[in-house]
């Protein structure tokens, strides 16, 4: 109720729905914020929902999307095949797919493909930080910012290796035990590196789904890479507090700033 008196107030314009990448007969749908006064070269964000691999859908950030569309920003809100339908890479080839369409539409809807962002939760906030660690060339993003995000797939692993039934495990189709390399391959805790684009972190300390410390280890790692990281604590908070109160409001407003600090400058390489 919250969210949706949130997207009404701020966003009078409905999104349009988009195909962003086909699969023989399986088209891949997003929701397409554009901004209400038109015009070009405008930074854009995709975002990635959350619902451990297995659930959720694309609405998830409809109010933040929405509202950064009405301050200068194009917003792409995307579905990706979800852990009942493909396997890993699947989701991941899909993130990238929407970066790469959004880069090639860019001048039709008013984006400058130079500048694109990633926001994801949960499971969402594992794929763009993965996206946003190994894109090159047209996968390639200049900001990422991840709320409560799985970044550390071994150490889930490792808490039971012969489990098969857990959301891990169901999304990379093996157990720890049968492929250890398989879970440090899409950690983006272990894919660390110096020229990493810059990252935004927020996290509740109080979350029993993903613990808090893997979002202090990544910005540890971050770091340690000299790759420019923030993390936002939200004290007291569980899993999921980005889209409720009090903490929907000051981490829009974080997010916002953080994609205006990091992509709000025009980039001529």
Same mark, same amino acid.
């Given at each position: 109720?919250?969210?949706?008196?949130?997207?009404?107030?701020?966003?009078?314009?409905?999104?349009?729905?988009?195909?962003?990448?086909?699969?023989?007969?399986?088209?891949?749908?997003?929701?397409?914020?554009?901004?209400?006064?038109?015009?070009?070269?405008?930074? &854009?964000?995709?975002?990635?929902?959350?619902?451990?691999?297995?659930?959720?859908?694309?609405?998830?950030?409809?109010?933040?999307?929405?509202?950064?569309? *009405?301050?200068?920003?194009?917003?792409?809100?995307?579905?990706?095949?979800?852990?009942?339908?493909?396997?890993?890479?699947?989701?991941?080839?899909?993130?990238?797919?929407?970066?790469?369409?959004?880069?090639?539409?860019?001048?039709?809807?008013?984006?400058?493909?130079?500048?694109?962002?990633?926001?994801?939760?949960?499971?969402?906030?594992?794929?763009?930080?993965?996206?946003?660690?190994?894109?090159?060339?047209?996968?390639?993003?200049?900001?990422?910012?991840?709320?409560?995000?799985?970044?550390?797939?071994?150490?889930?692993?490792?808490?039971?290796?012969?489990?098969?039934?857990?959301?891990? *495990?169901?999304?990379?189709?093996?157990?720890?035990?049968?492929?250890? &390399?398989?879970?440090?391959?899409?950690?983006?805790?272990?894919?660390?590196?110096?020229? &990493?684009?810059?990252?935004?972190?927020?996290?509740?300390?109080?979350?029993?789904?993903?613990?808090?410390?893997?979002?202090?280890?990544?910005?540890?790692?971050?770091?340690?890479?000299?790759?420019?990281?923030?993390?936002?604590?939200?004290?007291?908070?569980?899993?999921?507090?980005?889209?409720?109160?009090?903490?929907?409001?000051?981490?829009?407003?974080?997010?916002?700033?953080?994609?205006?600090?990091?992509?709000?400058?025009?980039?001529?390489?």
């Amino acid at each position: 109720m919250f969210c949706a008196l949130l997207v009404s107030a701020v966003f009078a314009q409905s999104p349009v729905p988009v195909v962003y990448a086909t699969y023989g007969t399986r088209q891949m749908q997003a929701d397409l914020f554009l901004l209400p006064s038109g015009g070009s070269a405008h930074p &854009a964000v995709v975002y990635v929902h959350g619902g451990g691999w297995s659930g959720g859908n694309r609405k998830q950030f409809h109010p933040q999307a929405a509202d950064m569309a *009405a301050k200068g920003f194009v917003g792409l809100a995307i579905e990706y095949r979800l852990s009942g339908e493909a396997k890993y890479p699947a989701a991941l080839e899909d993130v990238r797919a929407a970066i790469r369409w959004l880069r090639a539409n860019a001048k039709r809807y008013g984006a400058d493909p130079r500048r694109i962002g990633l926001a994801g939760g949960s499971a969402g906030g594992h794929l763009v930080a993965l996206a946003g660690l190994t894109g090159k060339g047209p996968d390639a993003v200049q900001a990422v910012a991840a709320f409560n995000p799985v970044l550390d797939l071994v150490g889930f692993g490792r808490r039971d290796p012969a489990n098969l039934t857990g959301p891990v *495990a169901k999304f990379l189709g093996k157990t720890y035990a049968e492929d250890p &390399a398989l879970y440090e391959s899409a950690s983006p805790l272990s894919l660390v590196h110096a020229g &990493a684009p810059p990252f935004l972190l927020l996290h509740g300390d109080a979350d029993t789904t993903v613990p808090y410390r893997q979002s202090a280890e990544m910005k540890a790692a971050l770091e340690k890479a000299q790759v420019r990281v923030e993390l936002l604590t939200a004290e007291g908070a569980a899993h999921g507090f980005f889209n409720r109160p009090p903490w929907f409001e000051p981490t829009r407003k974080r997010m916002e700033e953080f994609f205006v600090s990091t992509l709000n400058k025009e980039k001529h390489e």
